[in-house]
């Protein structure tokens, strides 16, 4: 008893330095990831470079995958996290001296378009290596009310990322005045910085033991074979063909906003934080929805509405011949709307996957997942760039504005096809629309609903 006590003790301890650990990964993120595409622009660098870079290193991240599912067995999961976290902040170096290449010595586009290509695909696949890891652990140590945890860790996460990306864009847009370059080289050193807090962190965390069993092992292509016949497969195919359809727009809404529409730093920051902004507003709501109706039912509300987000965006040019002042306010309603639907669909996601995966298999099952999503993202990428680069009109559109459309368009047929397959794999309460607006009608001041009582005898 008192052995369980402690235990339990080191794993409320390692919850909250987990918190801590996912702050500091969120400062990398701010300030290094999320300007990546600003950066290969910066550089010079065409579409289908952008889309490459946005997709390349994530797929030879969950690729590597493959190989972390085997080293696993032979290694602690603290150790196998701690060497990819801490390679990870040592790959910043580099594209510091990138920076340093091209704004300041002279380096050609091209090179620095293929060395940032390389080494950014180092700093993914670094992080990808230990995420089968990494969520294995995460498992252990969240036995219980685990979309609230990660609700709340998310919170956290996405708050400081906000933080990081509002300071971030100030930065460049200060130096963008003189020389970029400067702006830059203070983004990548931060990034450093908070990925080797982070690996301090993480250091801090308990790791129960675990034993794998022989039987507890398939491999890629057995899950591959058996995919449509089961519940988690289909839920991989739901994810992965979600991600393909997402990619062909994605990596595009930063070249829209700052070559299209000419944004500076600041406003594409502004516009990029909003849906991080209500992504932290709505988490916990989603975090408790899951918990409470289930993680499908959360995943076909936001799987379904998901299209708009890229059909909003396709009217922008509507917009902008209405009134120019107003595109500015009507993105930043657009991606508080993409925040909130985006929130409860990764959520519900990464949920669905702690409930249906047992300790044994989620490494396997996280890499699986992860790898067949990262390809088709590269896919749709690819196939996203290749339209933006080779065709100054399609149908008569902007290809920005078509591959918007057409990234709607996949999104609604993958919903529609795909979520009445997959089943919820634990008891919930049943979700009736109609009783909960019955109810909030009921919960009316009894003035408003004889006033409501009115009008409808009027009518």
């Known amino acids: 008893m008192e052995n369980q006590t402690n235990e339990e003790g080191l794993r409320e301890k390692s919850k909250k330095a987990s918190l801590k650990d996912g702050v500091s990964f969120s400062v ?46 032979k290694t602690t999961r603290k150790k196998l996290v701690l060497t990819g976290v801490i390679t990870q902040g040592i790959m910043w170096l580099p594209l510091i001296l990138i920076a340093l290449g091209y704004f300041f010595l002279g380096i050609s586009t091209a090179l620095a378009s293929i060395l940032l290509i390389v080494f950014y695909s180092l700093i993914t696949v670094a ?53 970029v370059g400067f702006g830059f080289l203070i983004l990548f050193s931060v990034a450093l910085i908070g990925r080797f807090l982070s690996a301090y962190f993480l250091s801090k965390k308990y790791e129960p033991p675990i034993s794998y069993s022989s039987e507890y092992y398939f491999s890629f292509l057995q899950f591959v074979k058996k995919m449509r016949k089961n519940n988690f497969g289909r839920f991989v195919i739901f994810f992965s063909l979600i991600s393909f359809a997402t990619a062909i727009a994605s990596p595009f809404f930063s070249v829209y906003m700052l070559k299209d529409l000419s944004f500076n730093y ?15 507003l709505s988490l916990s709501f989603w975090g408790k929805s899951s918990d409470k109706y289930g993680n499908l039912m959360v995943m076909k509300v936001t799987g379904w509405f998901v299209f708009l987000i890229p059909v909003l965006w396709a009217f922008s040019p509507l917009v902008i011949s209405w009134n120019p002042n107003y595109i500015l306010p009507y993105l930043i309603l657009v991606e508080a709307l993409s925040g909130f639907l985006w929130a409860g669909l990764n959520l519900s996601s990464v949920n669905f996957i702690y409930d249906a995966v047992t300790r044994e298999r989620m490494a396997l099952c996280v890499s699986y997942n992860a790898i067949i999503a990262a390809l088709g993202t590269f896919i749709g990428a690819f196939i996203g760039g290749f339209f933006v ?71």
């Not at 860790?153 to 864009?169: D, E, H, Q």
């Not at 600041?266 to 932290?280: A, H, R």
């Open 28 to 73: 990398m993120d701010g300030f290094g990831l999320r300007y990546i595409t600003p950066f290969a622009l910066a550089l010079g660098a065409g579409n289908t470079l952008i889309g490459v870079l946005n997709s390349l290193p994530n797929l030879l991240g969950t690729t590597s995958q493959l190989i972390s599912n085997k080293v696993v067995e």
């Open 127 to 179: 992080g990808a290596f230990v995420g089968p890891a990494w969520n294995s652990w995460m498992k252990d140590l969240v036995n219980r009310d685990v979309g609230e945890y990660f609700g709340k860790r998310s919170k956290f996460v996405n708050v400081s990322v906000l933080i990081s990306m509002l300071v971030a864009g100030f930065v460049l847009d200060y130096f963008k005045k003189g020389n």
């Open 389 to 459: 680069d080779n065709f100054p009109l399609i149908m008569g559109l902007n290809p920005i504005i078509f591959i918007f459309l057409l990234s709607a368009t996949l999104r609604i047929l993958v919903a529609m096809f795909m979520l009445p397959r997959v089943r919820e794999v634990r008891p919930v309460e049943f979700f009736d629309l109609g009783k909960s607006i019955r109810d909030k009608i009921l919960e009316t001041p009894k003035h408003l609903g004889g006033l409501m009582g009115i009008r409808r005898a009027g009518y």
């Open 266 to 280: 600041y406003q594409f920051t502004i516009i990029t934080v909003t849906s991080i902004l209500t992504t932290v």
